[in-house]
Each structure stands twice: as C-alpha cells, then as structure tokens.
C-alpha cells in the first residue's frame, strides 16, 4: 500500500529553467511534508517542509505547494542548477510529532547544462 | 558539528548470518530511526528508539531488533539474514519535542549472497 507516491522516475530539465517535481499522498491522517534530496553515496538531505495548515512555503529557490483537497504536493526549483542534479524523495507524516517518516519512491532530477 | 555517522559503509553477509550496524546521531539530537532502503525504492520505516526504548515499528519482522545507549547511538541487529534483506540502511537522529526534521546518515550498504 503506497501512501505516498511519485509517479515521475525521472525528469531532466534544461539549466535555468523550472523544475516541477511531484508528489500525492492517500493517507488524510498526514499533517506534515518534507522534501529530501539524495545524492549517490550520501544519505538524504532535508530540503523544505510544510505543514497542512499551509499551502505554500518557499525557500530561496525552492518553493513546496501543497493541495489538501487534492492531496498533491509539487516542488518547484527556479532556477534549475546543474547541482540540482539528485534523487528527490517526498515525505510525508502525521500527528506533526516524531513519528515515523512515509516516503514516496523517488523521482531522479537531471539538469542539463 | 559532527552529523549522523554510521558503520560500517559497506558489508558482506551470507544467508543465515547476523549483522549488527552502528550509528551515532548529530550532536544534541535524543531520537534514532532506521530506514531500510531497497535499490529503486524509498526508505521504508524499520523502527525509532527514544530513552533507550523502541517507540515505534514498522511492518519489519522480529528478526530485525535494535537497541539505542545511554549516550543516545543506536545499533540495528538482523538475524538470520535472508537474500531480501541486501539493501541500504539509513539511520536517521532528530530532536523529540521539536519540528520532527529526521538528519540522515550515509548509510550502510549491506548485500546478502
């Protein structure tokens, strides 16, 4: 049963344009989002969050929108970096506590130069 | 600062064996979490530690148990390993009572012949 899903395995975007990446959720119980990147050989980095009390939270040039009604939730990068180049994983969880992190599968961003 | 490490980076088991995998948590943090990573996948939620106790588990069987010591590192034992179990686990620290952003370590990458 996949609660969090990334239906897009991979996206390649041209260096300086948007990047829009993904993400739908199932589960109403989740309250809270986050955003990882994940570089080969490195564990996934924290990128941007938001709560459900929201429904846009940017940081510099990433931006997360999120749809309840829809349950969908995108990232935006502007502009696109050729050190944007990763693995980008959504993350969802509920109870806004330490509870356990619901990941999606991923969707592989490359960025050409 | 140092982040979350963990230990071994890489590991080479046959069926039956036991593994035990290492992790320390970033500075200040008192919550553990392990993730089992399979290729093409996303993390999936094995289990969290809290004052030295398991708060939560995921949909893991009991061959996978864990301890977390008072200087809050963690460990994460398999039994009787199967071929299944060849993946990448990722340990996770974060601060309990604050906004639940879950710091990754680079993993332990362990294969099962």
């Known amino acids: 049963d996949q609660q969090v899903k990334q239906n897009s395995p991979s996206l390649s975007v041209q260096e300086g344009r948007i990047s829009i990446l993904n993400c739908d959720y199932t589960?109403?119980?989740?309250?809270?989002f986050l955003w990882y990147k994940k570089y080969p050989a490195e564990g996934p980095t924290f990128l941007i969050s938001i709560s459900s009390i929201k429904d846009k939270n940017e940081d510099g040039r990433f931006t997360v929108f999120l749809n309840k009604s829809a349950k969908h939730l995108s990232l935006h990068i502007v502009p696109s970096q050729p050190g944007d180049s990763a693995v980008y994983f959504c993350?969802?969880?509920?109870?806004?506590?330490?509870?356990?992190?619901?990941f999606g599968t991923g969707t592989r961003l490359t960025i050409i130069p | 600062d140092a982040g979350v490490t963990q230990s071994p980076t890489h590991l080479i088991k046959t069926r039956g064996q036991q593994v035990t995998l290492r992790c320390s948590p970033k500075?200040?943090?008192?919550?553990v979490s392990w993730y089992q990573q399979a290729l093409g996948q996303g993390p999936q939620f094995i289990f969290q530690?809290?004052?030295?106790?398991?708060?939560q588990r995921g949909n893991f069987p009991d061959r996978f148990s864990g301890h977390q010591f008072p200087n809050y590192s963690s460990e994460l034992n398999v039994n009787a390993l199967l071929l299944g179990d060849s993946a990448l686990y990722l340990c996770?620290?974060?601060?309990?009572?604050?906004?639940?952003?879950?710091?990754f370590g680079a993993g332990t990458r362990l294969s099962v012949l």
């Open positions: 500075s200040g943090h008192d919550t």
């Open positions: 589960n109403s119980m989740f309250d809270y």
């Open positions: 993350a969802a969880l509920s109870n806004f506590g330490n509870e356990k992190l619901t």
């Open positions: 530690y809290y004052e030295e106790e398991e708060r």
């Open positions: 996770a620290s974060s601060l309990t009572g604050v906004l639940n952003i879950q710091y």
